[in-house]
């Protein structure tokens, strides 16, 4: 080979090279449409001239023909504001510029670019010539390139005008707006006569697939439609388009189906040919109807003709760094993941129309989708109706194909829904009655583009009701012990005819009755800021799973945001620990979802006596068709601590349950003895199947309130005297920040660096000069100065639902709940002024592990330090400083914060934290 073809080859590969790296390192380089793909793409996404046109002056000055210079790149997908896109947020109009350079192949095609979303008002020229100008901000379009210089570089100009407007759909973009682009733009090359949509409309009961084909523009001749399904047989059709006709159906049987499920989300690909354009898209087997559940009148939500127990949840569907738009493919992928992983079935994606790809992977991996309308935040208007009624329309042709897709949702808690109406010289926000005709409407134009998934018309909060529906769902915020009361009323007044949750004039139907939003977050007198939501969420748990008639529930919510700290995960989508793993084996969250569920009712934790005989409920629920015989294997646990903090076990048992595919049945109560101390006891209750496979895991806990030791025999068999004090009885403080107690001195809270000191007078009869060895033992944390308790006024509570930004710890509520970040403290103990030791305390945590501080709140709405605990010290008391008591007959114990790592310190009596003891000083003789 010569010189010159090896630096010719050498060049060529470095082009191919940097090509494809340049592809390859664009935001989202994959094609956005894995449902409506052609071949031949080219991705616009990446580094575009960007201009903020602050006085509106872009149009009058003729930004679009190419005169200005734009000062500023801008990422593009990423909304203009996010720091994913690189720029600040300093206008509502915005400027975008960038050359484009068309394949000379693509010379015998239609070329249009696309724009996957953009908001609001958006204007596309190039080369100076206007393509076309879009009003909406959630769904794609498409503008033809019609001046084409074929292997020529020419300019592409895009101006968005995102002004705040009271009737186009905002939803909760104060999380992070959605400002300019925010889906990826892309050129493609389609046919003379182009397929403008391609759905698929499977039938499983009668084993076929109906493809209906939408053309933009009538041809003026019959083409050629060519569809391939692929499969383990695959299947070929051709069928003749009729000329002057846009839409075009026909049916294909499926004769060997294989089903899209949520264990196997089976996709058939397809490839359409339409004259020269061509198409891959893909679609799934399945069929969304409603059933009842076997052996009840109780209405479900159905899968391929069987009952599902829909356990979903609210995700807001939004990133720290890119708001609207994630940053990776793999990102989306993962946030289905998440919600899979953790046993949930479904996600509901909360007033935002969600990226194709998500819903992709939704699809791919077999988690159910809810897809909300977004709502505008103004008043009923002609103009909010018309945009809410587009952006439906589009939003269903676009998604149509998406099998993970069941209902869509068109309203929301009715925002948007009231008009201000002057009554008796006030001015007052009415759901009045025409608007809820058109709500009914709105259902039905829903029903009538889409008649093969559920329509819900409004998901109600707040004293609103339901029209016409297909699904009646509610929503309810409530402390923990709310649950049975709200459920029981629930279960009473829903039924066909009645009045209950629907508005004037509108009554039940037959439908599925489910939640479609819960939690505690807003169950609390102003909410809850960021606080352990796993002890609510197992009583609300355990109580849904007693009312069958209640055929799902959806959790509030998927991952945090910014002014909602209630998620599964953290906005960064790190996750929280429940601590339940600690007090069951093996258990994780999944076990709250489980398909069989063991409850022993809303209540988990009981004060109980010492050598009480009691009585445990047990309701078992059986939400799947699963062959496991005539009885599960059930195993009962007693363990727990004692009041020195020790960990003990106080016997096992195990016995038979029935089972019976969907059964949902009380069971004979469990019935236990007590222990004989004061103790706090956990008992676990593990379901395994004839295999001995585990299916389930839950608990309950007791208190068992005896009166705390003098005397105890230790685990080592040694016998013990037992000095205990409380924990508020401090005989002196001093702390850098602030120090302050918890409900009556359960807890005590000393922020920063500084001390607690005790002086504990030694008994008479403590035989000092016998004892063996002496230890001081205490449940301890380290200890945050949050928001709410700083000594400074705080902004109050604002608009929330527009996205308003608080610091987490900032509501009364709030204790974060325990997560990747840890909190250290350095600790030392000092006795009779004699060192005793060093510690390290990591952490101030909060999560299930907290019974006692969750078992004492006082019911009122509201949160004192719910769910936080310590660690078990133990440190032993230097021989030295049992010589001084002696003489001087106290012990003067010093736990003291070295400023190098000043987190704080928390002491905990018997009433709060993990361990039912107080401060106690062992003495063994």
Same mark, same amino acid.
């Not at 095609?109 to 979303?117: E, L, N, P, W, Y």
């Not at 407007?165 to 682009?181: I, M, S």
């Not at 089903?259 to 040919?273: G, H, I, M, N, S």
């Not at 001081?776 to 527009?802: C, I, R």
């Given at each position: 080979?010569?010189?010159?073809?090896?630096?010719?080859?050498?060049?060529?590969?470095?082009?191919?090279?940097?090509?494809?790296?340049?592809?390859?390192?664009?935001?989202? &380089?994959?094609?956005?449409?894995?449902?409506?793909?052609?071949?031949?793409?080219?991705?616009?996404?990446?580094?575009?001239?960007?201009?903020?046109?602050?006085?509106?002056?872009?149009?009058?000055?003729?930004?679009?023909?190419?005169?200005?210079?734009?000062?500023?790149?801008?990422?593009?997908?990423?909304?203009?504001?996010?720091?994913?896109?690189?720029?600040?947020?300093?206008?509502?109009?915005?400027?975008?510029?960038?050359?484009?350079?068309?394949?000379?192949?693509?010379?015998?095609?239609?070329?249009?670019?696309?724009?996957?979303?953009?908001?609001?008002?958006?204007?596309?020229?190039?080369?100076?010539?206007?393509?076309?100008?879009?009003?909406?901000?959630?769904?794609?379009?498409?503008?033809?390139?019609?001046?084409?210089?074929?292997?020529?570089?020419?300019?592409?100009?895009?101006?968005?005008?995102?002004?705040?407007?009271?009737?186009?759909?905002?939803?909760?973009?104060?999380?992070?707006?959605?400002?300019?682009?925010?889906?990826?733009?892309?050129?493609?090359?389609?046919?003379?006569?182009?397929?403008?949509?391609?759905?698929?409309?499977?039938?499983?009961?009668?084993?076929?697939?109906?493809?209906?084909?939408?053309?933009?523009?009538?041809?003026?001749?019959?083409?050629?439609?060519?569809?391939?399904?692929?499969?383990?047989?695959?299947?070929?059709?051709?069928?003749?388009?009729?000329?002057?006709?846009?839409?075009?159906?026909?049916?294909?049987?499926?004769?060997?189906?294989?089903?899209?499920?949520?264990?196997?989300?089976?996709?058939?690909?397809?490839?359409?040919?339409?004259?020269?354009?061509?198409?891959?898209?893909?679609?799934?087997?399945?069929?969304?109807?409603?059933?009842?559940?076997?052996?009840?009148?109780?209405?479900?939500?159905?899968?391929?003709?069987? &009952?599902?127990?829909?356990?979903?949840?609210?995700?807001?569907?939004?990133?720290?760094?890119?708001?609207?738009?994630?940053?990776?493919?793999?990102?989306?992928?993962?946030?289905?993941?998440?919600?899979?992983?953790?046993?949930?079935?479904?996600?509901?994606?909360?007033?935002?129309?969600?990226?194709?790809?998500?819903?992709?992977?939704?699809?791919?991996?077999?988690?159910?989708?809810?897809?909300?309308?977004?709502?505008?935040?103004?008043?009923?208007?002609?103009?909010?109706?018309?945009?809410?009624?587009?952006?439906?329309?589009?939003?269903?042709?676009?998604?149509?194909?998406?099998?993970?897709?069941?209902?869509?949702?068109?309203?929301?808690?009715?925002?948007?829904?009231?008009?201000?109406?002057?009554?008796?010289?006030?001015?007052?926000?009415?759901?009045?009655?025409?608007?809820?005709?058109?709500?009914?409407?709105?259902?039905?134009?829903?029903?009538?583009?889409?008649?093969?998934?559920?329509?819900?018309?409004?998901?109600?909060?707040?004293?609103?009701?339901?029209?016409?529906?297909?699904?009646?769902?509610?929503?309810?915020?409530?402390?923990?012990?709310?649950?049975?009361?709200?459920?029981?009323?629930?279960?009473?007044?829903?039924?066909?005819?009645?009045?209950?949750?629907?508005?004037?004039?509108?009554?039940?139907?037959?439908?599925?009755?489910?939640?479609?939003?819960?939690?505690?977050?807003?169950?609390?007198?102003?909410?809850?800021?960021?606080?352990?939501?796993?002890?609510?969420?197992?009583?609300?748990?355990?109580?849904?799973?007693?009312? &069958?008639?209640?055929?799902?529930?959806?959790?509030?919510?998927?991952?945090?945001?910014?002014?909602?700290?209630?998620?599964?995960?953290?906005?960064?989508?790190?996750?929280?620990?429940?601590?339940?793993?600690?007090?069951?084996?093996?258990?994780?969250?999944?076990?709250?979802?489980?398909?069989?569920?063991?409850?022993?009712?809303?209540?988990?934790?009981?004060?109980?006596?010492?050598?009480?005989?009691?009585?445990?409920?047990?309701?078992?629920?059986?939400?799947?068709?699963?062959?496991?015989?005539?009885?599960?294997?059930?195993?009962?646990?007693?363990?727990?601590?004692?009041?020195?903090?020790?960990?003990?076990t106080w016997g096992s048992i195990s016995k038979t349950i029935p089972y019976q595919a969907w059964i949902q049945k009380e069971l004979e109560?469990?019935?236990?003895?007590?222990?004989?101390?004061?103790?706090?006891?956990?008992?676990?209750?593990?379901?395994?199947?004839?295999?001995?496979?585990?299916?389930?895991?839950?608990?309950?806990?007791?208190?068992?309130?005896?009166?705390?030791?003098?005397?105890?025999?230790?685990?080592?068999?040694?016998?013990?005297?037992?000095?205990?004090?409380?924990?508020?009885?401090?005989?002196?403080?001093?702390?850098?920040?602030?120090?302050?107690?918890?409900?009556?001195?359960?807890?005590?809270?000393?922020?920063?660096?500084?001390?607690?000191?005790?002086?504990?007078?030694?008994?008479?009869?403590?035989?000092?000069?016998?004892?063996?060895?002496?230890?001081?033992?205490?449940?301890?944390?380290?200890?945050?100065?949050?928001?709410?308790?700083?000594?400074?006024?705080?902004?109050?509570?604002?608009?929330?639902?527009?996205?308003?930004?608080?610091?987490?710890?900032?509501?009364?509520?709030?204790?974060?709940?325990?997560?990747?970040?840890?909190?250290?403290?350095?600790?030392?103990?000092?006795?009779?002024?004699?060192?005793?030791?060093?510690?390290?305390?990591?952490?101030?945590?909060?999560?299930?592990?907290?019974?006692?501080?969750?078992?004492?709140?006082?019911?009122?709405?509201?949160?004192?330090?719910?769910?936080?605990?310590?660690?078990?010290?133990?440190?032993?008391?230097?021989?030295?400083?049992?010589?001084?008591?002696?003489?001087?007959?106290?012990?003067?114990?010093?736990?003291?914060?070295?400023?190098?790592?000043?987190?704080?310190?928390?002491?905990?009596?018997?009433?709060?934290?993990?361990?039912?003891?107080? &401060?106690?000083?062992?003495?063994?003789?």
């Amino acid at each position: 080979m010569t010189n010159l073809k090896r630096l010719g080859l050498m060049l060529l590969c470095l082009l191919i090279f940097k090509q494809s790296f340049s592809q390859e390192n664009i935001p989202l &380089p994959e094609h956005p449409r894995p449902d409506f793909e052609r071949e031949a793409w080219l991705n616009l996404n990446g580094n575009w001239a960007f201009e903020f046109d602050k006085n509106d002056a872009g149009l009058t000055e003729k930004w679009f023909s190419g005169n200005k210079s734009f000062t500023k790149t801008i990422s593009v997908p990423f909304p203009w504001g996010s720091s994913l896109s690189g720029v600040n947020d300093e206008a509502d109009i915005a400027w975008y510029s960038r050359n484009i350079n068309i394949k000379p192949e693509w010379k015998n095609k239609r070329v249009f670019v696309t724009i996957g979303a953009s908001d609001w008002q958006t204007t596309v020229w190039l080369d100076g010539k206007e393509l076309g100008s879009h009003q909406g901000g959630y769904t794609p379009f498409s503008f033809e390139l019609t001046n084409l210089k074929y292997g020529t570089n020419q300019n592409l100009v895009i101006r968005v005008d995102d002004k705040r407007r009271d009737f186009t759909l905002y939803g909760k973009q104060g999380y992070g707006n959605a400002r300019g682009l925010w889906q990826t733009i892309y050129v493609e090359a389609r046919g003379q006569n182009f397929l403008e949509n391609l759905h698929f409309t499977p039938d499983i009961d009668k084993k076929n697939v109906k493809v209906t084909a939408y053309l933009a523009n009538a041809s003026t001749k019959d083409l050629e439609l060519k569809v391939e399904i692929g499969g383990n047989k695959k299947i070929s059709v051709r069928q003749t388009f009729p000329k002057n006709k846009t839409e075009y159906s026909f049916v294909i049987p499926i004769t060997t189906t294989h089903l899209w499920t949520l264990e196997d989300p089976y996709l058939y690909e397809v490839k359409a040919k339409l004259g020269d354009d061509e198409v891959k898209s893909y679609f799934g087997m399945r069929k969304i109807s409603t059933v009842y559940l076997p052996n009840t009148n109780y209405m479900y939500v159905a899968l391929n003709n069987k &009952p599902i127990y829909l356990q979903l949840a609210l995700d807001q569907s939004y990133h720290p760094t890119g708001f609207y738009t994630f940053p990776t493919d793999e990102f989306m992928k993962n946030e289905i993941l998440l919600a899979r992983n953790i046993g949930l079935n479904g996600i509901r994606t909360h007033i935002k129309v969600d990226v194709p790809r998500k819903l992709y992977w939704a699809d791919k991996l077999g988690v159910l989708v809810m897809s909300d309308l977004p709502n505008f935040w103004g008043e009923p208007d002609k103009n909010a109706q018309q945009e809410s009624e587009y952006t439906l329309k589009e939003m269903i042709k676009r998604d149509y194909n998406h099998p993970a897709i069941f209902s869509w949702i068109t309203f929301n808690e009715t925002w948007g829904l009231r008009s201000k109406q002057e009554i008796n010289g006030k001015k007052e926000s009415i759901y009045l009655p025409e608007t809820q005709k058109w709500v009914a409407s709105v259902y039905r134009l829903a029903k009538s583009l889409d008649a093969t998934r559920l329509v819900e018309d409004n998901s109600i909060c707040c004293g609103a009701g339901h029209t016409e529906t297909d699904i009646n769902s509610w929503h309810e915020y409530l402390p923990g012990e709310g649950w049975e009361k709200h459920l029981k009323t629930i279960d009473e007044k829903t039924f066909v005819g009645s009045n209950f949750h629907y508005e004037k004039g509108y009554l039940q139907t037959d439908v599925p009755n489910i939640n479609s939003e819960c939690g505690n977050v807003w169950g609390y007198e102003g909410s809850t800021g960021d606080v352990d939501w796993s002890w609510d969420y197992h009583r609300m748990m355990n109580t849904f799973r007693k009312y &069958p008639k209640i055929a799902g529930w959806l959790y509030t919510e998927h991952h945090d945001v910014i002014n909602e700290w209630n998620g599964y995960f953290r906005f960064d989508r790190s996750e929280k620990e429940t601590g339940v793993s600690e007090l069951v084996d093996g258990m994780g969250i999944k076990d709250f979802h489980s398909d069989i569920y063991l409850s022993t009712g809303n209540e988990i934790s009981r004060s109980v006596k010492p050598k009480e005989e009691i009585s445990v409920p047990l309701y078992l629920s059986v939400m799947t068709d699963k062959n496991l015989g005539k009885s599960l294997n059930l195993k009962i646990q007693m363990y727990g601590y004692d009041a020195l903090g020790q960990k003990k076990t106080w016997g096992s048992i195990s016995k038979t349950i029935p089972y019976q595919a969907w059964i949902q049945k009380e069971l004979e109560p469990l019935k236990l003895t007590m222990p004989d101390e004061k103790s706090v006891v956990i008992v676990a209750l593990i379901v395994e199947d004839n295999t001995g496979k585990t299916v389930h895991r839950n608990f309950a806990t007791f208190i068992v309130e005896g009166n705390s030791p003098t005397e105890m025999t230790l685990l080592n068999g040694k016998k013990a005297k037992l000095l205990s004090f409380e924990a508020k009885n401090f005989s002196d403080s001093q702390w850098s920040k602030k120090q302050w107690n918890v409900l009556d001195g359960a807890k005590v809270n000393g922020a920063g660096a500084g001390y607690f000191e005790y002086k504990i007078k030694v008994p008479t009869d403590a035989n000092l000069d016998k004892v063996m060895s002496a230890s001081f033992v205490a449940e301890v944390s380290s200890k945050q100065l949050f928001a709410k308790d700083m000594d400074k006024t705080l902004a109050g509570n604002e608009n929330y639902m527009l996205g308003a930004k608080a610091e987490p710890s900032q509501n009364k509520n709030a204790y974060p709940m325990t997560d990747t970040s840890r909190y250290p403290s350095a600790v030392s103990v000092k006795v009779n002024g004699i060192f005793a030791g060093k510690f390290d305390l990591t952490n101030d945590p909060a999560d299930h592990r907290g019974i006692l501080s969750w078992h004492y709140q006082i019911q009122d709405r509201k949160l004192r330090e719910a769910g936080s605990y310590g660690y078990r010290l133990d440190i032993n008391i230097p021989q030295k400083a049992i010589e001084v008591a002696q003489s001087s007959g106290e012990l003067i114990i010093r736990l003291e914060v070295d400023e190098k790592l000043a987190g704080g310190l928390a002491i905990y009596g018997d009433k709060f934290g993990r361990y039912p003891m107080n &401060p106690t000083v062992v003495l063994v003789y």
